[in-house]
């Protein structure tokens, strides 16, 4: 571990690397691949492409347009694809030639399915490089990406789109039901009429407590103390309070609701506090230039990732307006080169300022898209380690001197967080650039670098005295962790391919995935499955924190995805399990897999039992509100496939029945929180009709009646 002086600033930039530009299939010109062939064998003056990697945009039968990185003299097999018979297994690609008609690209993917046994996205050995989702551009590091790794589940759904039957009819009913429930979330308010939706005091308590035993103690945003005597003489005489006071009290309550209770009961009301805000905000006539309205706007950033629907690249682009107001204020400037201020607002402006980058840092990652600064963009320091009360008994005179760095004080996460920062954000520029094409062995490097600063703070974390609640040290290891699924989630499929290059990627994927899922699947609870129960006997499960596993359960954005991704590598590596015992078990060919007596079948029982654990994380988030019966189909319908893969039986009908029982509970569920009966479609409506005569098209257009809902209503 690094030594730690009482003085902290961030560490260095590293070298970064960039390789050789891209030359892309497609040109700003409007010139076709073809037609720079044409060009060159025309005797045209062209540099020399030989050495170069390309892009060739090929498109998924499921996900949308995807950007596949060919290696230079290599070529996509269109001979195969061409020839390909309807019923043939295509593994959910086809190569598109932008010169054909959309009738004769609709036939090269019309008709095609993915062969429906277990298998991973094994057919594309080239790294993608991008994708196109309803017209969005998504980086490797969006949780799209981690879809790829169950191609099989994605074309099961593909195709339930393109027949319209039961299943998709169902899905469409969950959607309208969903769209009702969030529609009575609405509550009735006059603009201006600020903290006329707060609850009554016993409970407000409870949600500030709820706030400041969390996100506070992560991302220092206010002085404790200066709220609190705030908020007591708010309660004293609450008709005098200043509407500034009253928006940011209401944003804390938002941010606590979400530990309220399993349900997220008060969610209504959080959205209404953070309805309130925006307008605060963006109320005409009034500057937002005061560092009290950029701890505003901070606490606005969280509450919208903790209890409103927003899309990863919505809340990343709201993180440019939080940092550029920043900005504004001087709060990249470290105080000590500006003129001389209390103690008190010099720490505020540091903690403030470590906030806004580890806010922007991660929402660049989340939403898959640079982080629009580098560590030359500022030289403001970390805050030092003391606590709020120090700050609140300094009399102006003497210097406050800070704690010693194994003190366990109000700042010591910020700090530990601060002093990973660097290798984070060259991290999100590497995996997130438009112009480097990522290489393995730079990967690796910067994946050194990411677990050098991982050991650090764990071994930090543990020297802490008094030491740091478990909600803490959780927090910290998903931070991190997102970090090492942006690095090498995208090899996992490679690594399915050729083990002995990429095996790494796919071992701390994995390991990194179940000490993730272990944070919040309640393992411990499933007593009526004997290897859980086993498994406890041997090694007793490590309790939950509640806050935590409220988080994820309740939370949106992040709180979401990350989870989501980790999942996703677990039912990766138990699909792999399960091929590579074919491969290698001469039993195989005599009795199924879950049949087999061998250390292969232990530990695809381990797997099967977190990912059915994720199945039903996914059901309790619907029972908190994330009304998206997509997610919860999907996992059903993967942990179905497997299922039936381990016992050799038809993949196809068990993720059939899968989703109909699955649609079914989901049905009732949203008929119940939308206080309706049966709610169906009258005339569904015809996919070719509107435009849309291909799932592919399907995915990538925003078509209003149903898609991948990234909102996570």
């Not at 309220?260 to 506090?273: E, K, N, T």
């Not at 905000?281 to 309205?293: A, S």
């Not at 998903?478 to 970090?483: A, E, G």
């Not at 291909?694 to 209503?713: N, R």
Request: charged letters at 20%; proline letters at 6%; aromatic letters at 10%.
């Amino acid at each position: 571990m690094r030594s730690r002086s009482k003085i902290c600033s961030y560490p260095g930039n590293k070298e970064f690397f960039a390789p050789a530009l891209v030359q892309h299939a497609f040109r700003d010109d409007g010139a076709s691949p073809n037609d720079l062939a044409d060009g060159e064998a025309k005797g045209q003056n062209s540099p020399s492409r030989e050495g170069i990697p390309r892009r060739e945009v090929w498109l998924s039968s499921a996900l949308g347009d995807v950007s596949v990185t060919m290696p230079p003299g290599d070529h996509p097999d269109l001979d195969g694809v061409a020839s390909t018979s309807s019923n043939a297994p295509m593994h959910g690609m086809a190569y598109i030639n932008p010169g054909d008609s959309a009738e004769e690209n609709l036939s090269v993917t019309r008709g095609r399915r993915t062969n429906p046994q277990v298998s991973s996205f094994t057919d594309v050995t080239h790294p993608i490089g991008g994708m196109i989702v309803k017209k969005r551009y998504f980086s490797p590091t969006h949780w799209m990406f981690s879809m790829t790794l169950t191609p099989h589940a994605l074309d099961w759904l593909d195709e339930q789109v393109r027949v319209q039957g039961q299943i998709w009819q169902d899905l469409m009913t969950c959607k309208l039901l969903a769209r009702s429930i969030k529609a009575g979330r609405v509550l009735r308010w006059t603009p201006s009429q600020y903290g006329s939706h707060l609850p009554a005091k016993r409970v407000a308590d409870d949600l500030l407590n709820a706030y400041l035993r969390t996100f506070e103690t992560i991302y220092r945003i206010i002085h404790i103390p200066t709220s609190r005597r705030a908020y007591d003489a708010f309660w004293e005489n609450p008709g005098l309070a200043n509407p500034a006071l009253i928006i940011q009290l209401q944003l804390c309550l938002a941010i606590g609701a979400c530990f309220y209770d399993d349900v997220f009961s008060l969610r209504p009301q959080a959205l209404q506090w953070i309805r309130e805000a925006d307008h605060w905000l963006e109320c005409t006539g009034k500057l937002r230039q005061t560092v009290f309205d950029i701890q505003t706007m901070c606490l606005l950033h969280i509450a919208r990732q903790t209890t409103q629907f927003l899309r990863e690249f919505q809340i990343w682009a709201s993180s440019g307006a939080l940092v550029r107001a920043a900005m504004s204020v001087g709060l990249h400037r470290d105080p000590a080169r500006l003129p001389a201020m209390p103690t008190l607002e010099i720490e505020m402006r540091r903690r403030l300022w470590a906030t806004i980058l580890e806010l922007v840092l991660d929402s660049s990652v989340d939403a898959g898209g640079p982080p629009m600064f580098s560590l030359d963009d500022f030289d403001c320091s970390l805050p030092l380690n003391v606590n709020d009360a120090d700050l609140d008994a300094d009399d102006g005179e003497s210097k406050i001197t800070p704690h010693n760095l194994t003190e366990n004080t109000d700042t010591s996460i910020q700090i530990a967080l601060g002093q990973t920062f660097a290798v984070r954000l060259s991290i999100a520029k590497y995996v997130n650039s438009i112009r480097a094409e990522t290489s393995y062995p730079e990967t690796l490097k910067f994946g050194s670098e990411l677990m050098v600063e991982y050991r650090s703070i764990v071994k930090y974390l543990h020297s802490l005295h008094p030491p740091p609640t478990k909600f803490q040290q959780q927090y910290c290891e998903l931070t991190l962790s997102r970090y090492i699924f942006s690095l090498y989630l995208p090899y996992i499929p490679r690594a399915m391919r050729d083990p002995s290059q990429f095996y790494f990627s796919r071992v701390l994927c994995v390991d990194t995935a179940l000490r993730l899922t272990s944070f919040f699947l309640p393992l411990a609870s499933s007593g009526q499955e004997p290897f859980v129960v086993a498994m406890h006997n041997i090694l007793p499960f490590e309790s939950h924190c509640p806050d935590f596993v409220r988080l994820v359960t309740c939370g949106s954005c992040a709180f979401r995805s990350i989870g989501w991704q980790a999942v996703m590598a677990i039912a990766a590596e138990l699909e792999a399990t399960i091929r590579q015992a074919n491969d290698t078990s001469p039993w195989m060919s005599v009795v199924p897999f879950d049949q087999t007596k061998n250390a292969s079948r232990v530990r695809g029982i381990e797997l099967l039992g977190v990912l059915k654990e994720g199945a039903k994380w996914t059901m309790e988030r619907v029972r908190a509100g994330h009304h998206n019966a997509k997610d919860l189909v999907y996992i059903n319908v993967v942990v179905a496939s497997i299922e039936a893969a381990m016992r050799n039986a038809p993949t196809e009908q068990a993720m059939d029945a899968k989703g109909r029982e699955t649609l079914a509970e989901a049905r009732k569920i949203f008929a119940e929180m939308a206080g309706t009966g049966v709610v169906t479609w009258d005339n569904p409506p015809n996919l070719v009709e509107e435009g849309l005569g291909v799932a592919s098209e399907f995915w990538s257009i925003a078509f209003s009646g149903m898609e991948w809902d990234t909102s996570f209503i």
